[in-house]
């Protein structure tokens, strides 16, 4: 899925971003797009976790 690709992609950026500080603030811009994204990753995966099972009927 193009999408999770993209979300992993922009995951990888943000941790490049992070200065790895000793203390990290939940304030900091990098923790929040941090914590974003990794909530729409998660979201990707599950939806398409969803779409390859079958239905039961």
């Known amino acids: 899925?193009?999408?999770k690709e993209k979300?992993?992609?922009a995951l990888a950026?943000?941790?490049a971003c992070c200065g790895h500080c000793a203390?990290?603030?939940p304030d900091?811009?990098?923790a929040i797009a941090r914590r974003?994204?990794?909530?729409l990753y998660d979201d990707?995966?599950?939806?398409?976790e969803?779409?390859?099972?079958?239905?039961e009927r």
């Not at 974003?36 to 909530?39: E, F, I, L, N, S």
């Not at 990707?44 to 398409?48: F, P």
């Not at 969803?50 to 239905?55: C, G, Y």
Request: hydrophobic letters at 55%; charged letters at 15%.
């Open 13 to 15: 950026a943000i941790e």
């Open 28 to 30: 900091c811009p990098v």
């Open 50 to 55: 969803q779409q390859e099972m079958p239905e």
């Open 44 to 48: 990707l995966v599950a939806a398409e």
């Open 36 to 39: 974003a994204m990794r909530g």
């Open 23 to 25: 203390y990290c603030s």
């Open 7 to 9: 979300a992993a992609a």
């Open 1 to 3: 899925m193009l999408a």
